[in-house]
């Protein structure tokens, strides 16, 4: 499956994502994940994990799987790195297609000035694809709010970069993603 226009390909995979995580309906998530294996997109790989991860139907939790199979093939034939190393550990997750690792896109355990340069580097490798900048900065905006909400741990450390945005000597395309994932993530802002 390929989608030529990259902001249509964002709102595709954003969608996916969504439907994969949120729908009632287990066919619509094993379609959305399938789907999501066939876009190959590395954006793609915090909700599959927590989809192959937590999925409660088993059906779901496979394609999940085979989905970041074929990301992670398709990342070692164009020999693409740009997916940022966001946590301070990594889960080895084996299923029968394999060994997956599990991490996300930024360190949410750093401080906001420390985060900003890797939330700047992967908005500017989005935007290297040909992404505009207002896509870039809600697709980054909502793999933060997604951590936050599926972890009070990175909600709190969501909530401190709230407080010290302002203060932060960071781009205003930083600032406004970290606000946006602070709004899509359900807190208010200071």
Request: aromatic share 4%.
């Amino acid at each position: 499956m390929s989608i030529k226009n990259p902001d249509y390909k964002a709102l595709a995979i954003s969608s996916l994502c969504t439907a994969l995580l949120q729908d009632i309906d287990a066919d619509t998530r094993l379609i959305a994940a399938e789907s999501l294996g066939k876009l190959q997109s590395e954006y793609a790989i915090p909700a599959l994990t927590q989809a192959m991860l937590n999925d409660s139907n088993k059906n779901v939790r496979q394609k999940a799987a085979e989905a970041l199979g074929k990301i992670g093939e398709q990342s070692k034939m164009t020999g693409d790195s740009r997916v940022i190393n966001a946590t301070n550990y990594y889960e080895n997750i084996s299923t029968g297609g394999g060994d997956y690792i599990q991490g996300d896109y930024i360190n949410m355990s750093q401080d906001l000035s420390q985060a900003a340069s890797q939330i700047q580097s992967l908005l500017e490798k989005l935007q290297q694809q040909g992404i505009t900048v207002d896509v870039a900065q809600e697709q980054v905006a909502q793999d933060i709010a997604n951590q936050a909400k599926n972890s009070p741990k990175m909600r709190d450390k969501l909530v401190n970069w709230g407080q010290s945005v302002g203060n932060a000597t960071i781009t205003d395309v930083v600032k406004g993603a970290v606000k946006l994932a602070i709004r899509s993530a359900g807190i208010p802002l200071p």
